[in-house]
């Protein structure tokens, strides 16, 4: 998938498939899959560090993944998420963020909100730098937002999300994520739109859908929000095999004869 393909996809009415990515080893996998793009998603501050929210992610930590998404990820097209404030401090802070990403295997930038960004977008979109808006529940906003709730349901926030979005379009936006809309909104904001939508929490009529992949393997069994669907039984399949291991392990049955070295 190359950047050209989001929009030809919207307008064949293909549907996008997006995955969060954040490791070397699951970037291997996905690049042997035929999801179409992967997301080096702030989430990682909480799916792989454990923080309780995406506010802890820096710098350092998108880049560090970025760049072992990319190493395994072939020639699938990488979105790296520019985390908290890290766009918002001044247009050459943002342009220094943005490069890091880009440097660290990123072919896109993702970025929170439209009000103050418009300048940023136009900018990195004329200096070679794809962007990929966001908006609804924006979790770098979880403060604001007063938790993690579903956005656009009085009609006042539905019509700020609509105007963001031709915003953030007009910005030079290739995509934008939907997060945790009412399905109606998002299937009016993707009908209003030349560029694609991909959804999380919005319904089936984005021109995509995004899942984090842990959630979409079942590995997150603590928290499952209202969206999303476990494709596998993830966390039970890695404790049988586990299980397995120490077993074997307290058995003898592991190692065998070809799994040692000779003299
Ligand atoms: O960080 C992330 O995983 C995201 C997706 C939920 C869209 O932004």
New binding site residues.
Partial sequence: MKIYDFCKKKEKKEKISMI?CYDYTSARILAKTSVDCL?V???VAMTIHGFKD?IAATMDIMSLHTAAVSRGAGDKFIVG?LPFLSYRKSLRKAVCAAQALMQAGAHAV?LEGAAGNEKLIRHLTDSGVPVMG?LGLT?QFIHTLGGYKVQGKTQKSADRIKADSLALQEAGCFAL?L?CVPTQLAEEITQNLTIATIG?GAGPYTDGQ?L?FQDLLGLNIDFKPYFVKYFMDGHDQFKTGINAYIDAVQSGAFPQHEHCYRN
Wanted: aromatic content about 0%; hydrophobic content about 35%.
């Fill in positions: 969060t997301l998603g702030d989430s995406t998420d993702k966001h979790p994520v997060e999380i995004v984090v």
